[in-house]
């Protein structure tokens, strides 16, 4: 059985009044190549960016205690 990496669970954020993430579910497991998909503005970038830490918000995601 793999090991779940990554679990996000109903994520809303709002960046702005037109960017906004709305109910984000998802799951990483161990050994997995993940890609986002979608429309133009469909929010996919915003979503990494948030993954990746390059947007200034609080809180942070902390995976086994690191930023």
């Known amino acids: 059985m793999k090991k ?3 679990r996000i669970n109903d ?7 037109t960017n906004r993430l709305e109910n984000i579910s998802l799951c ?3 050994g997995e ?6 429309l133009t503005y469909s929010g996919k970038d915003l979503l ?7 947007l200034e918000t609080e809180p942070r995601f902390i995976l ?3 930023k």
């Open 64 to 66: 086994r205690g690191k």
């Open 11 to 17: 994520l809303n954020y709002t960046y702005t009044s």
């Open 33 to 38: 190549c993940v890609g986002f998909l979608g």
């Open 48 to 54: 990494v960016q948030l993954l990746d830490g390059n």
């Open 28 to 30: 990483i497991l161990e």
């Open 4 to 6: 779940e990496i990554l």
